[in-house]
């Protein structure tokens, strides 16, 4: 798991779609309309634009780690301020030799932490985009959107949805009817899409903020563990595989956790099709760098920005996950 391995963008044989929670990437400049005021250089985390280069630069040495020096066609982000922040990353990081274009709209989350996508122009057309607003029922406070993507190959169309639903902060319980809710608005995309077009390919990645087997994910998204007795509305969760081995995307209280996942229609899985997957071709990125010794010196856990209110210099609370789809 610690390296991504056979980037089909090496031979021209498909692409490489990676999503990665970056982990509060915040503009140092402060947004009077947001509440972003602790990450600013007089706010309480200190954030300086020193702190924020080095940020764009691990954000970029872990694009390119994960496409193996060939950085993915596209990559679904999530905790990302502005448009500011992603030019930066696309124009000033490591990445500013590939030619990443930008899809972004602003959302009405109240701290100003957004959902974006950058592509490959060389290796993706956008054909259209569009912020998909959560309007919660009986609660006034926003949240990010969900950002739909419909992009052209080499070889096919494929309609992208990028996800970061409502965290669990004030528990579980007392929050997951809104994580339920974002889960009927996707499933309603998907089958919007595949009614339309039953071959349609449709891929769902994010930062979900529930596990695969919650509610939200298995019961409302219908995205199921195998590919085998699926029904005709059923999806498939290509990073769920990964969790019966311990492994996970986010660690809280010593445990691993998929937060991030991606998900998929079964059209993906037919080989005869333009543009297909396997089960075998979604991973977590688990790269050296990403991870540290836990304090007790037991196992690992992601290397941070921050530890409380401490810069770390690290890179994000959360490991990135990447899919192969083959032409």
Not at 15 to 40: A, C, G, Q, W
Not at 232 to 254: A, C, F, P, R, V
């Amino acid at each position: 798991m610690g390296f991504a391995g056979n980037n089909p963008q090496l031979d021209n044989s498909g692409i490489r779609v990676m999503f990665y929670n970056v982990e509060n990437l915040f503009h140092p400049t402060d947004d009077p309309d947001k509440s972003d005021e602790e990450f600013t250089k007089e706010g309480t985390r200190y954030w300086t634009f020193n702190r924020y280069k080095q940020k764009l630069a691990n954000i970029g040495k872990t694009v390119i780690a994960v496409g193996e020096w060939e950085p993915p066609a596209i990559i679904g982000l999530c905790e990302v301020e502005n448009i500011q922040c992603l030019e930066d990353l696309v124009y000033t990081s490591p990445l500013k030799k590939w030619n990443y274009k930008i899809v972004h709209e602003e959302s009405r989350d109240n701290r100003g932490i957004d959902v974006a996508l950058i592509y490959r122009a060389d290796l993706i057309t956008e054909i259209s985009h569009e912020a998909i607003q959560l309007n919660f029922p009986n609660s006034t406070r926003p949240s990010r959107d969900i950002l739909y993507f419909k992009g052209s190959t080499a070889k096919d169309t494929v309609h992208f949805f990028v996800n970061h639903w409502p965290s669990r902060y004030g528990g579980q319980l007392e929050t997951e009817g809104k994580r339920n809710y974002a889960a009927e608005v996707l499933k309603s995309k998907f089958d919007s899409l595949r009614s339309d077009n039953a071959n349609a390919k449709v891929l769902a990645m994010g930062d979900f903020n529930d596990h695969p087997d919650d509610d939200s994910m298995e019961e409302i998204l219908m995205a199921k563990k195998a590919a085998k007795g699926l029904g005709k509305s059923d999806l498939i969760n290509m990073i769920w595989q990964y969790e019966d081995d311990g492994l996970g995307t986010h660690k809280y209280q010593h445990e691993w956790g998929v937060l991030d996942q991606i998900v998929i229609t079964p059209a993906f899985l037919n080989d005869t099709n333009r543009i297909h997957t396997n089960m075998k071709a979604a991973k977590i990125f688990m790269g050296d760098f990403l991870l540290e010794a836990e304090k007790d010196g037991v196992g690992k856990t992601p290397n941070r920005t921050y530890i409380g209110f401490q810069f770390h210099g690290g890179y994000s609370d959360h490991l990135p996950i990447f899919v192969d789809l083959y032409f």
